[in-house]
């Protein structure tokens, strides 16, 4: 059973990565054929719309070639079995956030090719995100000594009560005081 979910998590990690692959040629032909037709003077090399695309370009291919290297299952080159399927790549946390920093990096570079250089302000999401998670995860617990948003005793009151309907039924039972109803002393 471990080797089929080995062999499910390859295929989804192969299908990310040719996806991720036609993404990067996508969004960088595209830019180039929209910088071609509407911003035909943003291509030359003394104008900062060409440097600013030119250096996103490095996030865009380094995080992609670092979830292709990670990502790519292993496989015996004798028998083309299966060694190792690679890091799951559907899997939340830093994974995750690259692919983020790559979709907004795509949607900047065709952005500004459409509409011009106002767009690269979008990019400013990143470092916004990357503050909020520092202020939110450690900043604040370690000052305040809590989380940035506290339950409310509502939210507490709802954590606590049983969650299935025969929980429930037998709850108010014993508030009734059904004598059918054992309760466990805590």
Same mark, same amino acid.
């Given at each position: 059973?471990?080797?089929?979910?080995?062999?499910?998590?390859?295929?989804?990690?192969?299908?990310?990565?040719?996806?991720?692959?036609?993404?990067?040629?996508?969004?960088?032909?595209?830019?180039?054929?929209?910088?071609?037709?509407?911003?035909? %003077? *943003?291509? #030359?090399?003394? @104008?900062?719309?060409? +440097?600013? !695309?030119?250096?996103?370009?490095?996030?865009? &291919? /380094?995080?992609?070639?670092?979830?292709?290297?990670?990502?790519?299952?292993?496989?015996?080159?004798?028998?083309?079995?299966?060694?190792?399927?690679?890091?799951?790549?559907?899997?939340?946390?830093?994974?995750?956030?690259?692919?983020?920093?790559?979709?907004?990096?795509?949607?900047?570079?065709? %952005? *500004?090719? #459409?509409?011009? @250089?106002?767009?690269? +302000?979008? !990019?400013?999401?990143?470092?916004?995100?990357? &503050? /909020?998670?520092?202020?939110?995860?450690?900043?604040?617990?370690?000052?305040?000594?809590?989380?940035?948003?506290?339950?409310?005793?509502?939210?507490?009151?709802?954590?606590?009560?049983?969650?299935?309907?025969?929980?429930?039924?037998?709850?108010?039972?014993?508030?009734?005081?059904?004598?059918?109803?054992?309760?466990?002393?805590?």
């Amino acid at each position: 059973m471990a080797n089929a979910s080995a062999k499910r998590t390859a295929q989804q990690n192969a299908e990310a990565i040719k996806n991720l692959r036609l993404g990067l040629l996508v969004s960088g032909a595209l830019s180039v054929v929209l910088r071609l037709l509407f911003r035909r %003077g *943003s291509l #030359a090399p003394t @104008q900062l719309s060409f +440097w600013i !695309y030119v250096l996103s370009l490095v996030p865009s &291919v /380094f995080l992609s070639r670092y979830l292709e290297r990670i990502g790519s299952p292993r496989r015996d080159p004798t028998t083309g079995t299966l060694i190792s399927a690679g890091e799951d790549l559907s899997r939340p946390g830093i994974i995750e956030w690259c692919f983020d920093v790559i979709y907004i990096t795509w949607a900047c570079q065709v %952005g *500004s090719g #459409a509409f011009g @250089q106002w767009v690269w +302000w979008l !990019y400013l999401i990143i470092p916004l995100y990357a &503050v /909020f998670k520092l202020w939110s995860g450690v900043i604040s617990p370690m000052f305040f000594g809590r989380s940035a948003a506290a339950p409310t005793p509502e939210a507490e009151a709802e954590a606590k009560e049983p969650t299935s309907k025969r929980q429930e039924k037998l709850r108010k039972r014993s508030e009734r005081g059904d004598p059918r109803v054992r309760t466990q002393a805590r």
